[in-house]
């Protein structure tokens, strides 16, 4: 029994697997959209990981081209008007290229001789596979292999008469240089001898400009360059990627993938200049874009249909049907079969608010049992509203307080009175209800169905496949039997174990390399803690707590820092923005990672809005803040816990 | 080259060492766990050298004895210099204690040996008997990137078609994370401990191998039989597994490129710098990778199990 949803990555694909399994999103042209093959202008593909960035730049790449063109090669390629060059930046090892005693100027010329060299070597390596494939003939193989030793210092000394002995002799060159710089030190001398050095662009852009002017097949089309995983490269690397983009004929073009935080500069060479976006770059920002898309839902059904074709269940499976869904009441019928004790939590912890609170036992089960009802949601709506009617203060007698919420309750049940309270509680905080209700039930909160997972994907589909991964597994290992064949679904259990285990591969897999990552990690748990415990107090300030907001210009430097590295790693998301209460200015909303909202128990649509102070704010970035976090936070909760004393407790208004 | 001809002893406890004979050096990474300090104690030799972490804890209960100080474990140079400043020869018959020793430190060590023509020397090894938290022992810190060691970086190539990363797998599932996440193009192959160091180490580390799935892929944990299996106390065997998995897997076809991670026992470390060494990796697509962190945890074991001697010796090294 072979698990459809074990591959998650496309590096872990071969060629012909990311033909096979390529899925495009729907709107306009989709990916094809995204990447523009037709446009000379160099785009910049910002996504984190798991968005999808290498399986789309690697659909682009010659590879794929002649895997998808086959025998018409000659004719797929005069259609696309391109030929992509796949480079991948981790290949290049390049925390070799510093130190060791060379300046900075030498380690920029073997860099660039370096890159140079790979760009020309795959570049040859490509031709000579068109000129095998016969797209291009011995004239021109001559032509191009003349051009290019003109492009190399020296070329009278280089005996290459094809392509492909270009190719080896690149090969050997590039060879050459990680040679000597891996091993020069160990000279009496400690001095590199390389054969041969080239400053860029020579070959980048020597080659496709000689391809444009000399071959006729290459007329009417352009090399582009899909240059992968940029955050390999350190900021002096980067600015020579900056100088391509900025200097490129228009013989080839740029496509740029990267992580948020693999950036580090815009400037050129020797920071003369900057590039700037849509000036001589456009930015595209994959995991956003996928996360607001409309197709983004459909996408994910034929993503997962089609692995599901593949492993040989039938063609046009829809997921969302291997998938079981039951209601809201499987959660609260597991909850009522619980003995009193455990079931109902909600009431164990009034009991106890009130006996901190000096009532009289007698009163107290009088309380409860005016609170109780038939109905367990609007029996919890009875206990949330008990707490806030109890932190307004405008009625001291708690008996009568528990009667009033009773005889509501009843008008409520009755007649479903649309202005009511209950009916306004329950408007906004259904979802919380049920979610608390699951937490006080030491029930796990409702994530599973398709509609969830999809929301937890937070525009990265390798989250969901990850997580249906883990339920397959789960379900396969349990159960002993293939989870969708003969008409059954992935349960309920095996999807909890999904989510769970996709949240913590998000953990772990995102981990920030960083002498600080730990610290920065622990903010994230404060921040996600925070939330926790407003959404999980016995008077939420709002509902479906989720987003946030923080006045950034108002952190502290090491704050904000942090901040942006949990952005920059995707632990963090932009949410959109909001206006700001009582004023005309509007503020950015951010989200921890949907991935990760599980793990804290947060609602995952977006509604309420809390609003970080700046002082918490601080407590809750900063390193090393545990103890004033706990300080202020456990103060700013007296507001929203029974029995709501302390120094900071203030009234609240609630809009439901 | 069969890596399996050199010798190995081993010792029941630290006061059989002295059956090991007289050294002229010995060389060890101070650190205050027994299994530091015994060997120590017990080894017979003219000179005694502590190579010195500055930060290392607990220096002030070191014994008193010629020191190489090292500031930093990035600093190639103090570590080149180390033989000509102490005075190394040859002709002197050498120990190094490799247990006190961080990876990236022990192996420029031995890579300076071999440019000085210091060809033959013993390297002694103590194992645990248990390590403090089973498997949620922590042994590195604050991992801020991924490189090449020094002295084991070979010269690699464009096509990375076929490229081929083996994790030496221990208990440290994050660093097998951040190994394989730098090369996640990589065909990933784990290189286990089995027989372990002791009977329950196995499972310890295989929990933890398990955390680090979504990096390595399924492929080599669902089929177990794909990897390379060595005894974690046999520096030698290891070196020939690796030898023999790559004879074989490149009969029809070779990889592109070679990343060698040693992330689990310092024998294996040991024989993966042996296997580079004699298979003259830096003339090859061939390198050694290893996590920079912030600090490198040698305090996390208890007891002293046996006590391993190896008898190393490198080929001349070829410019």
Known sequence: MTNPFNITKAVDFTNEEINRYWTNINGDRGFIEILKPWSLMPIIIKGSKGSGKTHVMRYFSYELQKIRYGSHLTEGLNNDKFLGVYIRCSGFNSSKFTGKGLTEEEWELIHQSSWELWVGDRLCHYLSDLRFCGALSENDEKTIVNGILRLLPDHKKWDVNSLSDISFLFTNLLKNIDYEIQNFLFRDDKKPRFELLIPSPRLTFGIPNLLHETVDFFKDKYIMYLIDELENFSEKEQQLIQILIREKPTSCTIRVGTRPYGIRTFEILKAIEENRQDSEFELVELDDILRHSDGYEDFIRELCSKRLEIYGYGKNINIEELLENPSYDYTLNKILKKKALNGKGYFNRLRFNLEKFCVAKEKINEILSLLSFDNIIIERVNVMMFYRRWKSGKIKDFVQIASSIRDEAFTYASGKDCESEHAKILEKYKIDIIDILSREGREPQPTWGFGKFVALSCGTPRTILNALKHAFKYESFNKGLDPFREGRKLSVEAQLDGVRKAADWFFQDNRILSEQSQSITDSLIRLGDYLRKLRFSDIPPQCSINIFSVRKEQMSALAKMVFTTLINHSYIVKAGERRVKNSQDVQEVYQINTALLPRWELAFGKRGLVEIEDVLANCIFEPNQKDSYEKIVKQKMNDYNAPFEGEASQSIEFDF | ?319
């Open chain 2, 1 to 319: 080259m069969n890596y399996t001809y050199f010798y190995k002893h081993c010792y029941d406890t630290p006061s059989d060492l002295v059956m090991a004979g007289v050294y002229d050096v010995l060389i060890s990474s101070y650190s205050c766990d027994d299994r530091v300090s015994q060997p120590w104690n017990y080894i017979s030799s003219q000179r005694k050298i502590w190579v010195v972490n500055p930060i290392c804890p607990n220096l002030d209960k070191k014994p008193d004895a010629e020191e190489y100080i090292l500031n930093d474990y990035s600093s190639y140079s103090q570590i080149l210099d180390f033989v000509d400043v102490m005075k190394i020869t040859p002709s002197m018959r050498i120990c190094i204690d490799s247990t006190g020793f961080v990876i990236p430190v022990l192996y420029l060590l031995i890579k300076c040996f071999q440019l000085k023509g210091i060809l033959k020397f013993d390297v002694i090894y103590s194992e645990p008997q248990k390590y403090i938290n089973a498997e949620g022992t922590s042994f590195s810190e604050g991992c801020y990137g991924v490189s090449q060691i020094i002295g084991y970086a070979g010269a690699h190539v464009p096509d990375m078609s076929r490229d081929l990363l083996i994790v030496a797998s221990g208990y440290d599932d994050q660093r097998i994370c951040d190994v394989a996440n730098e090369k996640k193009s990589a065909q990933k192959v784990q290189l286990i401990g089995f027989p372990s160091l002791q009977a329950d180490m196995y499972q310890e580390n295989m929990i933890n191998t398990c955390n680090a799935e979504s990096a390595l892929g399924s492929d080599c944990l669902e089929h177990m039989d794909r990897n390379i299996f060595s005894p974690a106390y046999d520096p030698f065997v290891t070196a020939q597994a690796i030898c023999e998995f790559l004879i074989k897997k490149q009969a029809k076809r070779p990889y592109t490129n070679i990343y060698i991670a040693p992330l689990s026992s310092k024998p294996h470390a040991l024989g993966i710098a042996l296997f580079y060494l004699w298979e003259q990796g830096h003339h090859k697509p061939m390198s050694v990778i290893y996590p920079q962190c912030k600090n490198y945890i040698t305090e996390n074991s208890e007891g002293i199990g046996c006590i391993w001697r190896y008898e190393f010796q490198l080929p001349p090294y070829k410019l």
